[in-house]
C-alpha cells in the first residue's frame, strides 16, 4: 500500500501522465472541431495536434530538471529521451504515415481497375467445373484464385493507419504543453 500511495504522489508521474491526458483531449477537440464528428479514436492514437508524445517527454524532462537538478544523470535521460521521441515523430513516423497513404492511394487505384472484371464468369474453371465442387482447377482457375489472394490483399492495405506522425508545428505545440504542464504541478 505504501507503494501505491508513493506512486499516486509521484508529481513526475503525474505531469507526465497529466501532459499526455491533455494533449490526447485536446486532439479529440481539435478533430471535431474540423470535421463536426467526435472520433474516440482520437483519445488514444498517434499523429495529430498536440503531440502527445511531445508533451509527455517535454513533461519528463522539465520535471526531472526541477526533482534532480540540469546536472543530474536523470535530467540528461529524460533530455535524450525527448530529443529521440521528437524527433522520430517528425522524420520516421511522419514518412510511414506517408507511405500509407501512398500505399492506401495505390491500393484504391487498383481495386477500381479490377473492378471492370465479371465475378460471375470467374466462378468456374475453363473445365466448367466449379472450385468449390473440390474439382480441380486449370491453369485458368488457379490464376485466378492468386489474383483473387492479391487483391484481397490490396484490399487490405486499404487498413493502413495513415495518421502515424507529426510536423514540426504539432510536435513544438505538445513540446510547450508538456512544459507548461510541468511548470504548474507542484513539487511535493
Wanted: aromatic share 4%.
Amino acid at each position: 500500500m505504501k507503494a501505491l500511495g508513493q506512486l499516486l504522489n509521484n508529481p513526475v508521474l503525474t505531469a507526465t501522465i497529466s501532459s499526455w491526458l491533455i494533449a490526447q483531449m485536446l486532439k479529440l477537440i481539435f478533430t471535431f472541431i474540423l470535421t463536426r464528428k467526435v472520433v474516440p479514436e482520437r483519445l488514444f492514437g498517434p499523429g495529430g495536434m498536440p503531440s502527445a508524445h511531445a508533451a509527455l517527454v517535454c513533461s519528463l524532462m522539465v520535471m526531472m530538471a526541477r526533482v534532480s537538478g540540469f546536472g543530474s544523470p536523470m535530467f540528461a535521460l529524460a533530455l535524450v529521451l525527448a530529443v529521440v521521441v521528437m524527433y522520430d515523430a517528425v522524420t520516421v513516423r511522419r514518412q510511414a504515415g506517408i507511405h500509407a497513404k501512398r500505399l492506401n492511394e495505390i491500393a484504391e487505384r487498383h481495386a477500381e481497375e479490377d473492378s471492370g472484371t465479371d465475378p460471375a464468369a470467374d466462378a468456374t474453371n475453363d473445365l466448367g467445373a466449379d472450385p468449390d465442387e473440390g474439382e480441380l482447377l486449370s491453369d485458368e482457375g488457379m490464376r485466378q484464385d492468386k489474383g483473387d489472394e492479391e487483391e484481397n490483399e490490396l484490399k487490405e492495405l486499404k487498413a493502413l493507419k495513415e495518421l502515424l506522425g507529426h510536423t514540426p508545428m504539432e510536435v513544438l505545440a505538445g513540446a510547450l504543453l508538456g512544459t507548461l504542464v510541468a511548470i504548474l504541478i507542484p513539487i511535493l
